[in-house]
């Protein structure tokens, strides 16, 4: 999956991320009725200040949100307690078995922003960078990336700081799911992770804490916490710029997604079409700048509002 998104970014390096190529959104019609939204809290915000200005457009409008994890955005959709069910990973094959045993046909996706799933340590942490590996020997109990030693203490690191203090999701988490597979490839978290209900709670804790380190989508940062650079090898490190996550050489790049429950040649309720319209517009993605994370390149966005029809 690393693979396949990498090589997309490197498709679309070229294209340039700006206002060009977004289209300005335009209510022909204003929509009336209501929706609901279960999953991701990375995207809980976003989805917020997304319905604040669709709402402008449309006053009647009402959509719930509700920001507890990834994992609960599947059976929402199945269910059908949500009709818009975000998501800041893939769904995994299983929960795409569990909608088409429900329904005879897969969920459709939308990637409706980037994001740079950044490590993080305190504001006055003097570190550098770490590679892959050093990130796994900090997080993870099994040490999959075969990094020599356990890193229980920054000592070990160079840092004159003392033990390492852990901050982290819970499993529910999307986030969690990605930072496990990637960095962590499919290891185990120590059992001394502070697992938190949600980003803010692990910027927050980490912010407090002279030895702490954690993780959460870019949205999420704040100036009271130091973004650490990253790279797979020692000393080769890259911060989480747009330009470093196009062309991959920031490793922690990924897409964040909404899905819907969309029979096939017919149409979503107009609440719910309406709405992914306005997110694939100038002001929809503008809103992604303004959330502290990255709109998705303007070549992708025929093929996706394509899916509508």
Known sequence: MMKTLVCFLLLVMTTVVNAEGYKPYKATTPVTGSAGAIGSDTLNNMMALWLETFQKFHPTVKIS?????????????IEATAQLAPMSRAMKNKELDKFEERYGYPPTQFRVALDALAIFVNKDNPIVGLTLQEAD????????????????????????????????????????????????????????VKEQPGSASVVQGVSIDPNGIGYSGIGYITSS?????????????YDTSQENVLNGKYPLGRFLYLYVNKPPNEKLSPVVEEFIRFIFSEEGQHIVDKDGYMRVPASIIEGELDKLN
């Not at 949100?65 to 959709?77: C, F, M, R, V």
């Not at 040490?143 to 999701?169: A, F, T």
């Not at 650079?229 to 020692?234: A, D, F, H, T, V």
């Open 65 to 77: 949100i509700e920001g507890k994890g990834s994992s609960t955005a599947p059976p929402a959709l």
């Open 137 to 192: 020997a900090i997080f993870s109990i099994n040490r999959k990336r075969s990094y020599v030693e356990n890193i229980d203490d920054w000592n070990k690191l160079g840092i004159p700081l003392g033990r390492v203090s852990l901050y982290g999701r819970n499993s529910a988490s999307g986030t969690y799911g990605f930072f496990k597979k990637i960095v962590l490839q499919g290891g185990d978290f120590k059992s001394t």
């Open 225 to 237: 916490i130091k973004i650490v650079p990253l790279g797979k090898k020692e000393g080769e490190y």
